[in-house]
């Protein structure tokens, strides 16, 4: 069974940093793209940031690009986002989630990770 596990939220001020990682098991990981979610209260899930199986090519939202840094280690089946200066309008679930690279749509979701910045 395919499972993505989060970590590393949690709360921090405006300016801090985070680092989120999310640890896949059930698949071949190397062979999936990844990409990090998040959903503030109140609003629809939106886009942060995805990397291809190779990690040769990332993808940013614009809210987040200079920002975040999404990586990954295949050798350790972990996809990490690595969140420098923290907004308020950044607090949200962060999630994971994984797809076969030729399709469009992601199929595998981890349960999400708490992120809280305070102002």
């Known amino acids: 069974q395919v499972q993505l596990v989060e970590s590393g939220g949690g709360l921090v001020q405006a300016g801090g940093s985070l680092r989120l990682s999310c640890a896949a098991s059930g698949r071949t990981f190397s062979s999936y793209a990844m990409g990090w979610f998040r959903q503030a209260p109140g609003k629809e899930r939106e886009f942060v940031a995805a990397?291809?199986?190779?990690?040769?090519?990332?993808y940013y939202a614009d809210s987040v690009k200079g920002r975040f840094t999404i990586s990954r280690d295949n050798a350790k089946n972990t996809v990490y986002l690595q969140m420098n200066s923290l907004k308020p309008e950044d607090t949200a679930v962060y999630y994971c989630?994984?797809?076969?690279?030729?399709?469009?749509?992601?199929?595998?979701w981890g349960q999400g990770t708490q992120v809280t910045v305070s102002s």
């Open positions: 989630a994984s797809k076969p690279s030729s399709v469009l749509k992601y199929d595998v």
């Open positions: 990397i291809t199986w190779s990690g040769g090519m990332t």
